[in-house]
T-cell receptor, first 115, second 113 residues
Framework: AAGVIQSPRHLIKEKRETATLKCYPI?????VYWYQQGPGQDPQFLIS???????DKGSIPDRFSAQQFSDYHSELNMSSLELGDSALYFC??????????????FGPGTRLTVT | AQSVAQPEDQVNVAEGNPLTVKCTYS??????LFWYVQYPNRGLQFLLK??????LVKGSYGFEAEFNKSQTSFHLKKPSALVSDSALYFC???????????FGQGTELSVKP
C-alpha cells in the first residue's frame, strides 16, 4: 500500500539558510499535518491543512511557512535557520471525517541538521 | 487542555513475558486515543486506536490496549513480548478542535532474550 512520502530524507544546512521540506500524502487523503521532533522529544504539532486551506496552527515559528497544493502535496518552508531547528520533521496524512476518528499515517521524516 | 502522560521513560521485559506500557489521559469529553511505535530513524507507525465501543482494543503485531474511563488510562499490552518489539512507544490523544495529535513523552521498551 502507498505510504506518505517525504523528501529529502536528510538535509544539512547552515545557520541563516533556508530549507524546503516536501510531503506527498497517501492518495485520496485530504488532510496533512506537520510535526517536529527534537532529539529525545515527543513530536510537536506545527501546522495542518485540509483541502489546501490551513486548518490548525501549533507552535510553528514565524520563520516557517507551509502550504498545501492542488495535488494535495505540502511543503514546509523554513527560513533564517537556527541551530535549534535541527530535528526530525514528520508529515502525516489522514482522511478527514466528521468524527475525527481517522488515524494519521506518518511519513519516514526528514532529518534536518543545522550547522 | 488535553494531554496524555506516560509515567515510565523505560520499560524492560524478558522475551516471552507479558508487557505493559502505561498511558493516562486528561481530556474534556470523550477521548480519541492512539498508540504509535517508532523504530530508530523511522517514522511513527500506527498500532491501534480507541474511539468508542469495547474497552479492549486490538491492534497490529499482537498489541492490545485497555481503555479505563474511571482511571483515565489507556495502557498498551501484549501477552508475550518479542525482542523485535523493542522500540519507542507513544501514546497520543486527538485534539477535538483541529484534529492534531498530542503525544505523551514516549516510553522506551526494551525486550531482552
Amino acid at each position: 500500500a502507498a505510504g506518505v512520502i517525504q523528501s529529502p530524507r536528510h538535509l544539512i544546512k547552515e545557520k541563516r539558510e533556508t530549507a524546503t521540506l516536501k510531503c506527498y500524502p497517501i492518495p485520496r487523503h485530504d488532510t496533512v499535518y506537520w510535526y517536529q521532533q527534537g532529539p529525545g522529544q515527543d513530536p510537536q504539532f506545527l501546522i495542518s491543512f485540509y483541502e489546501k486551506m490551513q486548518s490548525d496552527k501549533g507552535s510553528i515559528p514565524d520563520r516557517f511557512s507551509a502550504q498545501q497544493f492542488s495535488d494535495y502535496h505540502s511543503e514546509l518552508n523554513m527560513s533564517s535557520l537556527e541551530l535549534g531547528d535541527s530535528a526530525l520533521y514528520f508529515c502525516a496524512s489522514s482522511l478527514r471525517d466528521s468524527g475525527r476518528r481517522s488515524e494519521q499515517y506518518f511519513g519516514p521524516g526528514t532529518r534536518l541538521t543545522v550547522t | 487542555a488535553q494531554s496524555v502522560a506516560q509515567p515510565e521513560d523505560q520499560v524492560n521485559v524478558a522475551e516471552g513475558n507479558p508487557l505493559t506500557v502505561k498511558c493516562t489521559y486528561s481530556v474534556s469529553g470523550n477521548p480519541y486515543l492512539f498508540w504509535y511505535v517508532q523504530y530508530p530513524n523511522r517514522g511513527l507507525q500506527f498500532l491501534l486506536k480507541y474511539i468508542t465501543g469495547d474497552n479492549l482494543v486490538k491492534g497490529s503485531y499482537g498489541f492490545e490496549a485497555e481503555f479505563n474511563k474511571s482511571q483515565t488510562s489507556f495502557h498498551l499490552k501484549k501477552p508475550s513480548a518479542l525482542v523485535s518489539d523493542s522500540a519507542l512507544y507513544f501514546c497520543a490523544v486527538r485534539d477535538m478542535g483541529g484534529g492534531k495529535l498530542i503525544f505523551g513523552q514516549g516510553t522506551e521498551l526494551s525486550v531482552k532474550p
